[in-house]
C-alpha cells in the first residue's frame, strides 16, 4: 500500500511517499515534496491547493495519508491555518487519512528502529518528520 507521510508546516504541507511491499520499504521518487497554500482566506486558493493534492495522490495511487498530529493549545499548539490545511487533506475523496502523535512515532521507533540511517534515505533533510510519520504507521 503507498503511503504519503506528511508535516504540516506553518502554510505548507510536507510530504513523503512510502510504500511496504513484503516487509521491505521502498521511497518511490516524486515530482514534488511539498504543497503551500497562499492564501487561506480565499475559497479559491483553499480549493485548488486541495485539487493539487488530491490529484497528486491519484497520480501516484497513494491510498493512504498520515498526518503528523499538531496539540491543538500549549506552547507547540499548530496554527489556523496548519488546521486548514489538515481539513482539507481529511477531505480529499478516495484516500484514507490517519492522525498520528509524537508520542506513537517515538514509540514505534522505539519498538521498531529505522533499518536506514535518514541521511541515507535520499530525502531532503525538511521532509524528515513527513518520512518518520509514515514509518511510524507502517511499521508492524
Same mark, same amino acid.
Given at each position: 500500500?503507498?503511503?504519503?507521510?506528511?508535516?504540516?508546516?506553518?502554510?505548507?504541507?510536507?510530504?513523503?511517499?512510502?510504500?511496504?511491499?513484503?516487509?521491505?520499504?521502498?521511497?518511490?521518487?516524486?515530482?514534488?515534496?511539498?504543497?503551500?497554500?497562499?492564501?487561506?482566506?480565499?475559497?479559491?486558493?483553499?480549493?485548488?491547493?486541495?485539487?493539487?493534492?488530491?490529484?497528486?495522490?491519484?497520480?501516484?495511487?497513494? &491510498?493512504?495519508?498520515?498526518? @503528523?498530529?499538531?496539540?491543538?493549545?500549549?506552547?507547540? #499548539? =499548530?496554527? %489556523?491555518?496548519?488546521? !486548514?490545511?489538515?481539513?482539507?487533506?481529511?477531505?480529499?475523496?478516495?484516500?484514507?487519512?490517519?492522525?498520528?502523535?509524537?508520542?506513537?512515532?517515538?514509540?514505534?521507533?522505539?519498538?521498531?528502529?529505522?533499518?536506514?540511517?535518514? &541521511?541515507?534515505?535520499?530525502? @531532503?533533510?525538511?521532509?524528515?518528520?513527513?518520512?518518520? #510519520? =509514515?514509518? %511510524?504507521?507502517?511499521? !508492524?
Amino acid at each position: 500500500m503507498r503511503t504519503c507521510g506528511i508535516e504540516i508546516k506553518g502554510s505548507e504541507a510536507i510530504i513523503c511517499l512510502m510504500t511496504l511491499n513484503n516487509g521491505l520499504f521502498e521511497l518511490p521518487d516524486c515530482r514534488q515534496n511539498r504543497f503551500a497554500l497562499s492564501k487561506d482566506a480565499d475559497q479559491q486558493q483553499m480549493r485548488h491547493f486541495q485539487f493539487t493534492v488530491a490529484k497528486f495522490l491519484e497520480d501516484y495511487q497513494v &491510498k493512504q495519508l498520515v498526518i @503528523k498530529e499538531r496539540p491543538q493549545k500549549g506552547k507547540f #499548539a =499548530g496554527g %489556523a491555518v496548519g488546521f !486548514k490545511i489538515e481539513a482539507a487533506l481529511q477531505l480529499i475523496a478516495g484516500c484514507d487519512c490517519t492522525l498520528i502523535s509524537a508520542t506513537e512515532i517515538k514509540e514505534k521507533l522505539k519498538r521498531y528502529p529505522l533499518p536506514v540511517d535518514f &541521511k541515507d534515505t535520499g530525502l @531532503k533533510v525538511f521532509q524528515e518528520t513527513a518520512f518518520l #510519520a =509514515g514509518y %511510524a504507521f507502517l511499521a !508492524k
